[in-house]
T-cell receptor, first 113, second 109 residues
């Protein structure tokens, strides 16, 4: 069974440019999460979806970050415009609705120059 | 709020046993997770404690004491491939995970 798929794996952009990350969760997983992980830190939740509904986006910087999960499966996280401080790994995870165990994708490593 | 503390780095010898501690302060949580993360890779699930006590899974064991705000991950018969970051995380009522900063374990020959 395929795990959580993310693309791209690496992205280098200049500041003020837009960037988008894509995530395909494990088949059948209703819940999808986007995390940000800085070097030497644990992941921090940005947004959580139950199917297509964003049920927790309290940590998402809404002035520049947006996310969508239109059909309740794949999800896209966008940053516009990117800032130097956005350089980090962006992790996507998924889980079954009533399960505490989350399965993580390999992440997208973003470098903003 | 929630505060989770782990040692930043640890070093251990191949074949030995190592204990990675995690202390926390929180108003409530469902369970405590341990994840392993190799450099440049995704975190992978190791263990989950809901009740106080020891959960054993092969070479890995995890312990929880809610009254003491304390957990540990015990790794036995260390192998070189166990060199990784080990993340302690609290699971909330809404499936939300709050992670500690992680402990970077280096296993030496």
């Amino acid at each position: 069974e395929a795990g959580v798929v993310q693309s791209p794996r690496y992205k280098i952009i200049e500041k003020k440019q837009p960037v988008a990350f894509w995530c395909n969760p494990i088949s059948g997983h209703n819940t999808l999460y986007w995390y940000l992980q800085n070097l030497g830190q644990g992941p921090e939740l940005l947004i959580r979806y139950e199917n297509e509904e964003a049920v927790d986006d309290s940590q998402l910087p809404k002035d520049r970050f947006s996310a969508e999960r239109l059909k309740g499966v794949d999800s896209t996280l966008k940053i516009q415009p990117a800032e130097l401080g956005d350089s980090a790994v962006y992790l996507c995870a998924s889980s079954l609705r009533d399960s505490d165990e989350q399965f993580f994708g390999p992440g997208t490593r973003l470098t903003v120059l | 709020g929630q505060n989770i503390d782990q040692p930043t780095e640890m070093t251990a010898t191949e074949g030995a046993i190592v204990q990675i501690n995690c202390t926390y302060q929180t108003s409530g949580f469902n369970g405590l997770f341990w994840y392993q993360q190799h450099a440049g890779e995704a975190p992978t699930f190791l263990s989950y404690n809901v009740l106080d006590g020891l959960e054993e899974k092969g070479r890995f064991s995890s312990f929880l004491s809610r009254s003491k705000g304390y957990s540990y991950l015990l790794l036995k018969e260390l192998q070189m491939k166990d060199s990784a970051s080990y993340l302690c995380a609290l699971g909330g009522a809404t499936n939300k995970l709050i992670f500690g900063t992680g402990t970077l374990l280096a296993v030496q020959p």
